[in-house]
């Protein structure tokens, strides 16, 4: 944990912000004491500019007696400076510093020892006559020394807090990335199912994990369907497959004439026929699936689609004993792949003829709500349980009461995987009047002007 | 006729020279698609069966190069994908029809004979069999000089059959080219409006034109 820290991310950018920050303290800091410094030392002059003054005060008015008294009033008081002298062509008259040469302004002097440099100034009372006051440099340098030090606790404590709110930042970040790759490893692992947590903070973070669990979920669906086609084509082929290999043996041993052959051979055929039918279904539900037919897209006109295929199941209706009308509420313009669409009626209508007793009406009904096309195949035969109408349309979901009947129950997962391909909702109908209603709601294709 | 199968499947291959033979009919066979096209610009051949996936050159490659060659002659292509996209592909890529494997021999020389009469045909307004007429300009049919009313779904039914007069059609080719269905209904499409026209156009006529070829099709014929 500790030197995996080291290398994220997060800790990078808190230690570039951490290391910026403690330079803006540390120029802060400088700037500061300069300045102190300066102030303190500006004070230290001013007083023995006052000192020195009240000294030449002291000369001009009565000479270098009143000079010395001057010197000796304010010498030993707090608040002046410490040092004093006067001298006489190089031998000092009065204070308490030792003979020195002569300069006039701004003097440093080395003081009793280390820390103790004394700062005055020093001016001629006349030709000869030297007057210097000065101070210990210690007091200043106290004062420095604490300002140095509370601006090293500050320094100090800005670090902490960068350091710690760093790695505070840090830690979480790590957490939430340790996260998101163990979800990723258990997924390696084979949990298809684990997700990534989402916070709820809706920070880049929680985006980033809700697009990636998106993904996965449809990388789940995508595998989903992928391994139910594989299990379908492996369940469901082996019954007609074995089917085909029993008629071929009872063939083989209960065969006498050339004619029985021939209707063995021939159910054989049709049998193979309805297997590759099968295949060719699944194929056909896997490809459209994929999405990879949607380029092939036009303008589809319903109303000339639903009376073409009106046309073709009328008469196929009629010879069962069942009524198809068509009922044309509005023309409504759609884009998707015709070809496809007509298959998708044509298995719902189909689905009607074949799972209703004769004398059952059928309804084909086109209309439109704002901006969905409504396509709804309705009978008003015996239906289907509401409990059943989640399971319709899975694929190779077959009622019990229609596996005696021919097909494979692929029907309506192949309406499914069309409505998908073109962004349909599908429904069933969910009132007491009797029979089955699917309604499929297609985007309608915006006229030109119409927008 | 004389045929090119271009297939590199040789069982398939054989079982295609087989049926073709039987309807006396002469069949040059090759392997790969680049032996193919070579035998293709060589010879003079009534139609060309080629499958869509070639080692060398792929069926579709194949035949968009004879026709950009100029090269008219018919071609069927055989495929195993069943992608309606590969039928629109391989149709506008130069094919006269497309059949999908496993096909019904009986399929595949319909079709054969249907795109090879097809060819090179130039085509009519008026069409006639026997004494059925149909103006496709007009949009009207007759049979002994009485008008027969036909539904627009019949009419195109009658049209193909009349086009294809003589020759076998399949239950198939009806579906893809009267209702331009690309997949097998579970109803009885074809059979249920072949009965509706022919109560209109054979029923007390005498002699009946559309037959029923068992295991095979229609067909639409004058005794």
Sequence with gaps: ?451 | MKILLIEDDRETAAHIVHALESQGHSVEQVHDGIEGLAQARAGEHSALIVDRMLPGVDGLSLVKQLRAEGRQTPVLFLTTMSGLDDRVAGLEGGGDDYLVKPFAFSELLARVNAITRRHGESEPTRLRAADLEMDLIRRTASRGGKNIDLQPQEFRLLEYLLRNAGRVVTRTMLLENVWDLHFDPRTNIVETHLSRLRSKIDRGFGAELIHTVRGAGYILRAD
């Excluded at chain 1, 994220?8 to 230690?15: C, G, Q, V, Y």
């Excluded at chain 1, 440099?117 to 440099?137: K, R, T």
């Design chain 1, 1 to 451: 944990m500790r030197i995996r820290f080291l290398h994220t991310e997060a800790f990078r950018l808190s230690a570039i912000y951490a290391g910026i920050f403690a330079l803006s303290v540390l120029a802060m800091g400088s700037v500061v004491f300069v300045m102190t410094d300066r102030a303190l030392r500006d004070q230290v002059v001013q007083f023995s500019r006052a000192d020195i003054a009240a000294m030449r005060n002291g000369f001009d008015a009565e000479g270098v007696k009143e000079a010395r008294e001057v010197l000796q009033q304010i010498m030993g008081k707090p608040g002046e400076s410490d040092f004093f002298l006067l001298q006489k062509d190089g031998v000092p008259i009065a204070g308490n510093l030792p003979a020195m040469p002569a300069r006039g302004g701004i003097v440093s002097l080395p003081g009793s020892g280390p820390g103790h440099d004394i700062l005055g100034v020093g001016e001629f009372l006349e030709p000869g006559l030297y007057v210097y006051a000065g101070s210990d440099l210690q007091r200043v340098h106290a004062t420095e020394e604490e300002i140095l030090q509370t601006l090293a606790w500050l320094f100090a404590l800005a670090m902490l807090l960068a350091i710690g709110g760093g790695t505070l930042v840090s830690r979480s970040f790590l957490r939430r990335s340790d996260a998101m790759a163990r979800a990723c490893r258990a997924i390696m692992d084979g949990d298809l199912k684990a997700r990534i947590p989402v916070r709820g903070a809706h920070d880049e973070l929680d985006r980033l994990a809700g697009t990636i669990n998106e993904m996965l979920d449809r990388i789940a669906a995508l595998m989903e369907n992928l391994r139910q086609v594989t299990n379908d084509i492996a369940h469901d082929l082996r019954t007609p497959v074995s089917h085909l290999r029993q008629r071929l043996e009872r063939a083989r041993e209960e065969s006498h004439d050339a004619k029985d052959y021939a209707e063995a051979l021939s159910a054989a055929i049709e049998k193979t026929d309805e297997i590759l039918q099968l295949f060719a279904s699944l194929l056909r539900i896997a490809q459209i699936e994929g999405g990879a037919r949607r380029a092939d897209f036009t303008q589809i006109a319903l109303g000339p689609l639903l009376t073409h295929v009106r046309d073709m199941f009328g008469a196929v209706a009629e010879a069962s004993g069942h009524h198809l009308e068509l009922q044309l509420g509005a023309d409504v313009t759609i884009r998707g792949d015709r070809a496809l669409i007509i298959q998708l009626l044509s298995n719902l209508i189909e689905n009607a003829i074949l799972h209703t007793p004769e004398g059952t009406a059928i309804t084909l009904l086109l209309s439109r709500a704002g901006e969905r096309a409504l396509i709804t195949v309705n009978d008003d035969g015996p239906g289907v349980p509401r409990e059943e109408h989640t399971k319709l349309f899975q694929r190779l979901y077959r009622r019990e009461a229609s596996r005696s009947r021919p097909g494979y129950g692929l029907g309506l997962s192949l309406v499914a995987a069309i409505a998908e391909l073109h962004g349909a909702e599908t429904s069933l109908r969910d009132d007491s009047a009797p029979g089955l209603g699917i309604t499929l709601s297609f985007p309608v294709t915006l006229q030109p002007g119409a927008g």
